[in-house]
């Protein structure tokens, strides 16, 4: 138990974090998402311990897919499932991050995804919402820091964004595991991959499972196709195709289960740390485009050289992008 309020930013306050107490994380939270440069110093803080005491074993979880899809209410049937008793982490809680399309964004729809995740109370769930920006891939400006707090805080996040073909959604360099979630009869996301222009994600799945016999069609209709889009032998992971309801609770615990051995695969193939990195370049990427623009990046010797110089960078993603600013000559070199 802690009786005074730890100071903002202070090992203190992270330590709280850790713990998952959401005050801590609340307010923490908003010390990231501030865009202010003025805020840069002690965010690189606060980031650095966070990232230097995150358990190793925390992981993330994008769920995207077509509007409606039901990515909502399979997170709160994921969060369900872990949270009950018995599950060994049961006592640990779930992070999520639901970032919406700014131009779909209404306090009702809001409301409506915190509404439809209800827990008990002493259950630890943390849900944050936030508009995307169109540039952005289907992530919010903050989405990247708010999932480094709540990886801190919760040994699984969830990150929800909705995803449709080639407005396709940057959640792959965000998250450890990728979750497509298509419905039945959703001809289009599959035209999509056939063409390339979406990511093969780690697991699929086949909601609304409940529908019967359009269900079981899009599922034959994937296995199908996924064969004709992967290639055999690379380093290895099949990615399964998972009827799931969340309304009867069916595939669930399937789907729990795919998504432990992708987890497992990931280490053991040396994938999670690659994807880490690259999850830590598109952050430096993003910040420094966002606050130097194109010119910026053209300083650096344009976007390839940049990104070499931000994936060879030290330290968090911070410090990365403090390193490109000086070294483009845009801010003095970082303390
Ligand atoms: N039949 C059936 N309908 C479902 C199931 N899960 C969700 N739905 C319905 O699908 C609709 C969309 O559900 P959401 O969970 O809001 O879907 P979403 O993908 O998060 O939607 P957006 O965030 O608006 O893109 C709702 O009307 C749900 O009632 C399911 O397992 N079976
Ligand atoms: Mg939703």
Do not use: C
């Not at 891939?137 to 990247?144: H, K, V, Y």
């Not at 940057?170 to 001809?187: K, N, R, W, Y």
């Not at 289009?188 to 016999?213: C, N, R, S, Y």
């Not at 990931?266 to 740390?273: H, M, N, P, Q, T």
């Amino acid at each position: 138990m802690h009786t005074a309020l730890a100071e903002p930013g202070t090992d203190a306050e992270v330590e709280e974090v850790l713990r998952g107490e959401d005050p801590a994380i609340a307010r923490v939270l908003a010390q990231v998402e501030d865009v202010r440069p003025a805020q840069l110093e002690a965010q690189r803080q606060i980031i650095r311990t966070l990232e230097s005491s995150t358990p190793a074993a925390n992981t993330v979880i994008g769920l995207t897919g077509p509007p409606g899809a039901g990515k909502s209410s399979l997170a709160g049937a994921l969060i369900r499932h872990w949270l009950d008793a018995g599950h060994p982490d049961s006592a640990a809680g779930v992070g999520m991050v639901a970032v919406d399309p700014s131009s779909r964004r209404s306090g009702g729809a809001l409301l409506g995804d915190r509404a439809r995740l209800r827990f008990e109370s002493g259950e630890r769930v943390f849900v944050r919402s936030m508009a995307s920006r169109e540039q952005l891939g289907g992530l919010a400006p903050a989405t990247r820091a708010a999932v480094t707090v709540l990886r801190a805080a919760f040994p699984r996040t969830l990150v929800e964004t909705v995803g449709v073909g080639q407005s396709e959604v940057d959640v792959e360099t965000v998250a450890d595991s990728v979750v497509i979630v298509l419905q039945p009869g959703s001809g289009d996301t599959l035209q999509f991959m056939k063409a390339g222009l979406l990511e093969i994600p780690d697991v699929l799945v086949v909601h609304k499972w409940d529908l019967g016999e359009i269900a079981e069609r899009t599922r034959s209709d994937l296995l199908a196709l996924l064969p004709l889009l992967t290639t055999p032998g690379d380093a290895h992971w099949d990615p399964p195709v998972i009827g799931v309801s969340s309304q009867s609770g069916e595939g669930v615990s399937e789907l729990a289960e795919a998504l432990a051995s992708h987890r497992d695969w990931l280490e053991r193939s040396g994938e999670l740390a690659r994807r880490r990195r690259r999850a830590r370049t598109e952050w430096i990427l993003e910040l420094f485009s966002r606050r130097y623009g194109t010119r910026g990046i053209e300083s650096l010797g344009g976007s390839e050289s940049a990104r070499k110089l931000a994936a060879s960078s030290p330290g968090t993603a911070l410090d990365g992008f403090s390193d490109l600013a000086s070294r483009a000559g845009l801010e003095s070199a970082p303390k």
